[in-house]
């Protein structure tokens, strides 16, 4: 699986992006899909996550904020960020999780073990 991260940008606070990850090779629904971020000097953290029956789940500071979705083709997950604000500002990662990685995770969508990774894509959000 191929996963292409894009939408990235410069935002101010307060304004909104739509993150995409285009999915090659195999569907996306054969995964669960998750976002993470990270900020310089920072360890990467997780933010968002779709399963494979569309259940979604959100780290606690962007919960009410962000929306992660999946589009029908299932080609292609989205992240909506809403009301954004500087300490969002990270490279934005999209990853796949197998249904064994899943296992072995201890069923944690939020540890980093996701089989595939996409490249990332920058969001920078000034005061």
């Known amino acids: 699986v191929q996963l292409q991260a894009s939408g990235g940008g410069l935002v101010q606070a307060g304004d909104s992006l739509r993150l995409s990850c285009a999915a090659s090779?195999?569907?996306?629904?054969?995964?669960?899909m998750g976002w993470f971020r990270q900020a310089p000097g920072k360890e990467r953290e997780f933010v968002a996550a779709i399963s494979w029956t569309g259940g979604t789940y959100y780290t606690d500071s962007v919960e009410g904020r962000f929306t992660i979705s999946r589009d029908d083709a299932k080609t292609t997950v989205y992240l909506q960020m809403n009301s954004l604000k500087p300490e969002d500002s990270a490279v934005y990662y999209c990853?796949?999780?197998?249904?064994?990685?899943?296992?072995?995770?201890?069923?944690?969508?939020?540890?980093?073990?996701?089989?595939?990774w996409g490249q990332g894509t920058q969001v920078t959000v000034s005061s």
């Open positions: 090779g195999r569907t996306v629904s054969s995964y669960a």
């Open positions: 990853a796949a999780l197998s249904r064994a990685s899943y296992a072995d995770a201890h069923h944690d969508y939020t540890r980093p073990v996701y089989d595939y």
